[in-house]
């Protein structure tokens, strides 16, 4: 019982105080045990990722990792441990899935079951233990395992110490989801988010910028106690990565490595099997800096080089009105035509984005960008005066979902009087054999016109535009896609009228 009364005050020390964390680490390696990957059961020795997190975590800290760093597993043997050992405690894990969720509740599991039979049965004998909770009834402590899956995860709960695990590959809303689980945390309660990265985009990704750096934190005298402490370890800080025999003719990125990570030549090899197995995942799998493992996903529709070296040459927009909702980057100009294009929504508060984006039909430029929760009627107001402000402009409005609502009230309400039209029919119709056409003309656009793009969010959706299994594309999960879909058709629409295929518009003034 000392031994665990030493663990447990090595759990609550501060960073200046680390080297009193041994009795934590200690005791894992004495009593934690868990599977090697190669099935067999040992002690939970902390390997350096482990050790380097004690040294400097907080009371909130982020994790961007490698693959099978251990990360969840140390994660999970301290929350266990303060379990156990502070009364009226709730510890929750929070998984991508119900079987991530499962599989980390085994490994909790293997830890109570390895405690003394007597210490079993008596102080931390269980009286509920099934596949997502285990409760202590004579400490009143409890441990939970949940999935992402469920929106309303920890909804409801007073929670002491909270583990979400693979942030970046959460469904759903994840920062929705996040923030219900935050809600539940107790003041001063201890909270870690970790992942492997998942393209530069979603709550993770945003997370993981806002976090301040170890010595950051330490140094900011108006740092928050909720504020995240960044932790970044790359795949070399696990000894396992290792190749038997060393690597000869290193590149010069190699040697790079080796001088200022002091790699192995046995860790080049081992890097040289990964580059063979991961292509152009390696570095998003096994990362090596913090930057280019999220730039380095596969599942980004567009090239990402030219999206970065946009996104650093913008500035903000001329002006805004709607506060702040409407963008105007080139006001309307005399003799010039415009075409302007509605994604819609549902809108309201709940509702999605609806988004309009106003170029200029003769160079594509976009001249301005509406993205708001905005009802249908409000949405065919706005777009018409817009239309009317940028020269009587061409209103493509995109006929899906609530589009006939928005054109019906532009038609015999408003009676604006250039509608876009295809086969005859008021709107643009988005189906899955357009679809692939408009993705890919912004593809192509984006890659060789980028000074056309002018706007910071609909940059930021083209970075989280992904391709999804199957051969779909949209927005990646907690992502938005409006102000991406109302320019794809904005310049679908400028090329058919430059081709001469849509007649319902005057001739463009060139």
Not at 265 to 273: D, E, M, S, V
Not at 397 to 418: D, F, I, K, S
Request: net charge neutral; hydrophobic share 40%.
């Amino acid at each position: 019982m000392d031994c665990l009364l030493a663990a447990a005050r090595g759990l609550a020390l501060r960073p200046e105080h680390a080297e009193d964390r041994t009795p934590a680490i200690n005791w894992a390696a004495r009593h934690l045990r868990v599977r090697d990957r190669k099935g067999a059961e040992r002690f939970l020795r902390a390997n350096p990722a482990q050790v380097e997190f004690e040294r400097n975590r907080q009371q909130c800290n982020i994790i961007l990792k490698a693959r099978q760093m251990g990360v969840t597993t140390w994660i999970a043997g301290r929350f266990f441990l303060k379990t156990i050992i502070i009364p009226g405690t709730l510890s929750v894990m929070v998984a991508q899935t119900q079987q991530s969720a499962e599989d980390i509740f085994g490994m909790v599991r293997r830890f109570w079951e390895c405690l003394h039979e007597e210490d079993r049965k008596g102080m931390y004998r269980r009286s509920i233990a099934n596949v997502r909770a285990m409760r202590f009834p004579e400490l009143n402590s409890e441990f939970r395992v949940l999935s992402a899956s469920n929106p309303n995860a920890g909804r409801g709960l007073t929670i002491q110490n909270l583990h979400c695990s693979e942030v970046a590959r959460w469904p759903g809303n994840a920062a929705q989801t996040l923030a219900g689980l935050r809600a539940a945390l107790v003041p001063g309660g201890e909270l870690v988010l970790e992942s492997t990265p998942n393209g530069a985009h979603g709550c993770f990704y945003d997370e993981w910028n806002k976090a301040l750096d170890p010595a950051q934190f330490q140094e900011s005298e108006d740092a928050d106690p909720g504020t995240f402490v960044r932790h970044f370890f790359p795949w070399w800080l696990e000894p396992a990565y290792v190749s038997r025999r060393d690597a000869t003719d290193l590149t010069a990125e190699e040697d790079r490595l080796v001088q200022r990570h002091g790699l192995s030549l046995k860790q080049i090899a081992y890097r040289r099997t990964l580059e063979q197995s991961y292509h152009t995942l390696r570095s998003q799998e096994f990362a090596e800096d913090a930057e280019t493992c999220f730039r380095a996903t596969g599942d980004c529709c567009f090239e990402i080089d030219p999206l970065e070296l946009r996104l650093t040459q913008l500035g903000p927009p001329a002006r805004t009105r709607r506060a702040g909702a409407l963008h105007i980057f080139l006001p309307p100009q005399p003799g010039k035509s415009y075409i302007v294009a509605v994604d819609t929504a549902g809108g309201g508060k709940y509702g999605d984005f609806a988004a309009v984006q106003v170029i200029e039909l003769l160079t594509g430029i976009q001249c301005a960008e509406l993205q708001q929760k905005i009802r249908p009627l409000e949405l065919a107001r706005v777009s018409a005066e817009l239309a009317s402000e940028y020269g009587n402009a061409l209103l493509a409005v995109e006929r899906n979902n609530q589009g006939a609502g928005v054109l019906a009230h532009l038609e015999t309400t408003l009676h604006y009087p250039h509608l876009y039209a295809q086969s005859g029919e008021k709107g643009w119709l988005t189906t899955a054999a357009s679809k692939p056409r408009m993705v890919a003309h912004m593809g192509a656009l984006l890659a060789h016109s980028a000074a056309l793009f002018l706007s910071r969010r609909l940059l930021a959706e083209c970075r989280t535009f992904v391709n999804f299994p199957g051969g779909r594309t949209g927005a990646a999960s907690g992502s938005h896609d409006d102000c991406f879909m109302a320019m794809a058709v904005a310049q679908s629409v400028r090329a058919e009228v430059l081709a001469g295929k849509h007649s319902g518009y005057p001739a463009p003034r060139l």
